[in-house]
């Protein structure tokens, strides 16, 4: 068939505000703080097609978008079909700045893609399930006493109503400056109270100091019988060596790779056995084409991907891929509602605490590409910043 060209790609920044979360640390991290409203910064890609169908996406960050002038002209005026040419250019023009940027645009194109054929991605990429098993993913940990996540036991009461709800997974974020002996008895309380009922998993999100408090608290998920834990300490999640070593010395798998951008870069930490189970993520490896590549090297060797973070995209490509247990549903709190997903979506997607079925599922949408309808009239009453490329 004659492809659609792509004519223009439009880049917007809005705001979205977010009631009782603050931002704490020298990290900055959203956190539960009742009273404060915190200023969140999205942005939204569109790219339009002499067709007259226009591929969008919602995601990925300031950074992202910055490195797109770097290789729009490897976009405009092609195909809009040449998805797998892109991401190789993108690849290459790249190559000095992180491979920023290529993802959003991918995303956007196989919404293209799904929005011409009639047909949602998981479809065009090949339908293995509809229903998806999510866990439950905590905000980072807080201090308030009231409705927060201050104490082990917080965290417990927390993963018992998840439980109620339906929820057959929960993930431990835990507190970013806390002292190891309350991490340990984080990890203990939670373990004590829901091991055996439901998969858990401990995410430090590379908050603890050393890779000896990393043994010490995976000791502790030992114990316990944790499914997975991830990104223990600061290394950063990029030590292909210290993680091999960890697992010799502790019996619960890792979950490594967050943090390594690409196919390249997952199989050689694959490789030098610095995981278990293998993380994705579509808005850092490449969009929808680069993580199922990942996800297909990963079968070949027969491990599991784990995609990070909540979207439709990712239920998309999660659709379409045998070797992968859980969606990551959050972040999720008692008391307030997920930062990472606002109101700009018409037709009620959430990926909010109550967003499962009773089997603790979440279902991918049948509509044509990513399957969201975005508001625009929201966006544009937030619009921060517009840049159109053509
Ligand atoms: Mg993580």
Redesign the pocket.
């Known amino acids: 068939m004659k492809p659609p060209i792509v004519e223009k790609v439009e880049i917007t920044e809005f705001t979205h505000e977010l009631k009782d979360i603050g931002s704490e640390g020298t990290i900055s991290i959203p956190i539960y703080e009742p009273g404060s409203t915190l200023t969140s910064s999205k942005f939204a890609i569109r790219i339009f097609s002499d067709v007259g169908i226009t591929g969008e996406y919602i995601g990925g960050s300031k950074t992202e978008y910055s490195a797109i002038p770097m290789f729009i002209r490897a976009v405009i005026g092609r195909s809009a079909l040449a998805r797998e040419a892109i991401y190789n250019d993108a690849k290459q023009a790249l190559r000095q700045h992180a491979r920023m940027g290529m993802s959003q645009v991918d995303m956007a194109l196989w919404d293209l893609a799904g929005k011409l054929f009639d047909m949602p991605v998981y479809q065009l990429l090949g339908e293995y399930r509809t229903k998806l098993p999510a866990y439950a993913s905590t905000y980072v940990g807080d201090n308030q006493k009231n409705g927060g996540l201050s104490s082990p036991e917080a965290y417990a009461d927390f993963a018992e109503q998840c439980f109620g709800m339906g929820y057959k997974a929960f993930k431990i974020h835990p507190w970013q400056d806390a002292p190891l002996d309350k991490q340990i008895a984080l990890v203990e309380a939670v373990g004590k109270r829901m091991s055996g009922k439901m998969d858990l998993m401990l995410?430090p999100?590379c908050a603890y100091k050393t890779f000896g408090d990393a043994i010490k608290v995976g000791r502790a998920c030992d114990d316990w019988g944790y499914y997975w834990y991830?990104?223990p300490f600061k290394d950063g999640g990029v030590s292909a060596f210290a993680h091999r070593k960890l697992r010799e010395i502790i019996k619960t798998p890792l979950l490594q790779l967050?943090h390594q951008r690409g196919l390249e870069q997952h199989v050689d930490f694959i490789v030098a056995d610095g995981t278990d189970f293998v993380?994705i993520d579509q808005d850092y490896d490449g969009g929808v084409t680069g993580t199922m590549k990942i996800a297909h090297a990963a079968e070949g060797f027969g491990l599991d991907v784990e995609p990070?973070g909540p979207g439709a995209v990712r239920r998309q490509c999660m659709a379409a891929t045998r070797n992968s247990n859980y969606y990551e549903l959050g972040l999720v709190h008692p008391s307030c509602e997920n930062f990472v997903h606002g109101p700009y979506f018409l037709d009620g997607y959430s990926d909010d605490l109550d967003a499962i079925d009773a089997d603790g599922c979440v279902s991918v949408s049948d509509k044509p590409g990513i399957g969201v309808e975005i508001d625009w009239d929201y966006i544009d009453k937030h619009q921060v910043d517009r840049v159109v490329y053509d």
């Open positions: 995410d999100f991830e990104d967050e993380r990070h």
